[in-house]
């Protein structure tokens, strides 16, 4: 069971977010109905750590067994989506560790079933991308290497 629920105010969700990271490239998923590109991560199940579920993450979007270097970023992020609807949304952000079979991904779906075609692609958060980049932040502080975590708090329309 996945750690999000719906309140009469809004939804709230749980996620953890993969740092893939190459240079300025990092590996993200992008959703082509909307646009956009995000963290490879997803929500965090019930009674599951978030070491263990950005690794099982990494694993169904990617199908690599990653291992995590350190805890980055925890985002606390308040934004409406598309249908109108308020969300609450904490996402905590880890460094994965940078691998030749990570090196070796090429744009491409995600699983072959996928409604909206979701594909990872490699981002360069150094050019000005044809998609807009979740989270944000992204852009700004992974070019600061900085070894301590840092709290985010973000309110998007």
Known sequence: MDCTFRTDKGIFNFRVGAIIQNGSKVLMARNPAENCCYSVG??????????NAVIREVFEETG??????RMGFI???FFTNYKNESYHEISVF?????????????NGHITDSDPIGEYLEWIDLDKNNDC?????FFASELKKHSPKIKHIVTHQK
Do not use: Q, S, Y
């Open 94 to 106: 880890f460094f994965i560790k940078l691998t030749d079979e990570l090196l070796k991904i090429e």
């Open 132 to 136: 807009r980049v979740f989270p944000e």
């Open 64 to 69: 690599i067994k990653a291992e995590i270097d």
């Open 42 to 51: 997803g929500r965090v199940k019930l009674n599951e750590t978030l070491e």
């Open 75 to 77: 985002h606390e992020n």
